[in-house]
């Protein structure tokens, strides 16, 4: 007999039957983040890569709501009670043959079917006795439906749809095939590679389109002897340049899932990485406003990075590269407070604070990440040192090209 939609919720879940859905999102909310870290590395548009660093955010939070709920519920670890299939699919996703056909797999097929997942999940939820579930999913649903609309938009631009829908058709019927995203079809033998399956890597620089090109950026000290408006430009061609930082910690993210590295790592790395997005994003906002373009990266930090252990990446971003750059942050707030530019003002306020952030946790984690282990924090910076010195044998280590 069918369920009217007032019987529905008259059932409500309990908790059995509501650990296992959180444990479903949870997996698949992590893996958006893992999936996305590495295609943020590949895509070329930098207008894509500021507001996906945006998306990863929204689920680095919901694994944490979905995390503190699942402890309350004893609901024990996420990925270990899931079918082998499901995960077979998931993983499926990132191994897009462009990053089109990934944004089709990601956001249509995958963000899609955890959209309907999590308002079939609502719907089920008794008023009184699934509340603090109902309240979190209600938070959830309406970031995912605006991530949903935005990709309609991006989806327009793909120069070369038939690939991206062929794929997209190919990880719908294999998500079907399993019995979707509750895999109640699952079967051991679900063995089959969508047409354009391409096996991700990562690449060892960040790609772009024919706007950006890798070029070097003007040193601090030329700087600080232009005319005011010149130095302005340059100066937000180094926030924009930060999207170097953010690509290091994409690239910390998805390397951290296969280290195992813990919910709270992941958690807290996302939000340095969003907040480097971010910084990205005001040098293309404020130079637009100042009538330019942005034109460059210079790719050089990123590379030095990803000759690096996961542990050295680390520690060269947050404890050798953004203590250096950190002296400069409050002159600079201070040069535009006197010069009235409340709009540089503002952008050089938040990088100031989210940075004096970053060093914080940087420390604290390799302090954790250490307590196992015989080195001290100093010995992991003449080890990460080591490293760019043999990457660039013929400079001496001033660290920073700009
Ligand atoms: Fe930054
Ligand atoms: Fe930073």
Not at 114 to 120: A, D, G, I, K, W
Not at 154 to 173: F, G
Not at 376 to 394: G, H, M, V, Y
Request: proline share 5%; glycine share 4%.
């Amino acid at each position: 007999m069918e369920m009217s939609e007032a019987d529905r919720s008259a059932g409500g879940l309990g908790v059995f039957e509501l650990t296992d859905k959180l444990r479903r999102a949870a997996y698949l909310e992590n893996q958006l983040i893992r999936q996305s870290c590495g295609w943020f590395l590949r895509i070329k548009k930098y207008e894509l890569r500021h507001r996906i660093g945006y998306h990863i955010w929204t689920h680095a939070e919901h694994v944490k709501w979905i995390n503190e709920r699942l402890g309350f519920l004893r609901g024990g670890k996420s990925s270990v009670s899931l079918e082998p299939a499901l995960i077979r699919f998931v993983e499926m996703v990132i191994n897009a043959p462009n990053e089109y056909a990934f944004l089709r797999g990601t956001y249509l097929v995958l963000k899609k079917s955890l959209l309907r997942f999590y308002q079939e999940t609502a719907r089920d939820c008794d008023p009184a006795a699934n509340a603090y579930d109902l309240r979190m999913i209600n938070r959830i649903i309406p970031e995912i439906e605006e991530q949903m609309l935005w990709v309609d938009q991006i989806l327009a631009e793909d120069p070369n749809p038939d690939v991206s829908i062929q794929w997209e058709s190919s990880l719908s019927v294999a998500l079907n095939s399993i019995g979707g995203i509750e895999a109640t079809a699952a079967r051991n033998d679900f063995v089959e590679e969508p047409a354009g399956y391409q096996r991700f890597s990562p690449p060892d620089h960040l790609l772009f389109d024919e706007r950006i090109s890798d070029k070097p950026l003007m040193p601090h000290d030329e700087k600080t002897s232009l005319p005011y408006e010149d130095a302005l430009v340059e100066q937000f061609r180094i926030f924009f340049n930060e999207i170097y930082a953010a690509g290091i910690l994409a690239s910390i993210l998805y390397d951290a899932f296969d280290h195992d590295m813990s919910a709270e790592f992941i958690h807290d790395f996302t939000r340095h990485f969003w907040d480097e997005c971010r910084h990205s994003e005001f040098g293309a906002v404020r130079l637009k406003e100042l009538g330019q373009e942005p034109d460059r990266v210079n790719q050089k930090l990123f590379r030095n990075s990803q000759s690096m252990p996961l542990l050295h990446k680390v520690c060269y971003l947050t404890l050798v590269l953004e203590p250096h750059y950190m002296p400069r942050k409050k002159p600079r707030f201070r040069e535009y407070e006197t010069a009235g530019d409340a709009r540089s003002q503002l952008f050089a306020d938040h990088d100031w604070s989210d940075e004096i952030n970053h060093v914080r946790l940087g420390k604290d984690w390799l302090d954790k990440l250490l307590s196992d282990d015989a080195r001290s924090i100093e010995q992991l910076k003449d080890e990460t040192r080591a490293i760019l010195a043999r990457l660039n044998p013929d400079e001496n280590l001033t660290l920073s090209p700009f």
